[in-house]
Structure formats: C-alpha cells, structure tokens
C-alpha cells in the first residue's frame, strides 16, 4: 500500500506501484513526489549533498509489521527531465526510480553489495517490461 503526498501539479497512477510494492512487502510506502528545490534541502539536510537528485529513501526501523516501510520522496521535475533525455514516459521513469529507492528501503545497498541490488533491480524491471535505462545509467556504481 502506498500513502501519497503529491506536492506538485503531476497527476500520477499509483496502481504499478502498487503492485511493485506488493510483489516485494506487505507494508506500507509513504511517497512524496516533489520538485528539485525540495528535495535538493533534502539531499542537502540528510546526505551533505548540495543539489537535487532523483529519489531519496528514508527506512523506518521498526519491529513492528504494522509500520510503513518508510519513505521515498522522488523529483517529479528530475523525473521528467530525464524521461524526456531518455525517450520514454514520466510514469516509467518514476516507477524505474520507485523500484530503485524500494529496494533501499528493504536493505538493498548498491554502494556496498556484491551486485544483489542490481539483480533484483533487472528482475524487476524485466518483471514489469519497463525500460532498460536505469541499468544502463547505473553501470558501475
């Protein structure tokens, strides 16, 4: 289940999504889609780096099941530019960014595995026919 928290004028169709986040936990999502100001404070705030990004995750640890997951906020505005750079839609990109910051929330690490991530990152991409760009893009880190 996804809580939204929608503070920019894109009207977005949470059912993939939904059905990511269903395929992958039981608990809730919280995602906030938000334009580059707002999340470069957040970049800036929690990871020391003055300038916007395209997602942000924010876990919740928790022993209990009945707590969201955590949080994903993810720039719309970044969203789109990228999508219009790669040739495919904003729906796509943001669900290819929605997996990406899921995974984190569920522990994923690709700055310190040995390729997990990425594996389950192409298994889903490939379970949801969605673009192939993210792992393009993300080669090497």
Do not use: W
């Not at 269903?22 to 404070?41: K, M, P, R, W, Y």
């Not at 395209?54 to 994903?72: Q, R």
Request: glycine content about 4%; hydrophobic content about 45%.
């Amino acid at each position: 289940m996804i809580s939204l928290d929608n503070q920019t004028n894109y009207t977005i169709e949470t059912a993939l999504l939904e059905e990511i986040v269903a395929l992958l936990s039981s608990q809730e999502v919280e995602l906030t889609l938000c334009d580059n100001a707002t999340i470069a404070t957040l970049n800036a705030t929690h990871r020391d780096k003055d300038k916007p990004t395209d997602v942000l995750s924010f876990p919740l640890v928790s022993d209990f099941d009945f707590m969201p997951l955590g949080s994903l906020v993810i720039s719309v505005e970044m969203a789109q530019e990228v999508a219009n750079e790669l040739g495919h839609s904003v729906e796509d990109e943001i669900a290819l960014l929605f997996i990406h910051g899921l995974l984190h929330l569920l522990g994923y690490d690709h700055e310190i595995d040995e390729g997990q991530m990425r594996a389950k990152e192409i298994e889903l991409i490939e379970h949801f026919n969605l673009p192939k760009s993210l792992i393009v893009r993300t080669q090497g880190e």
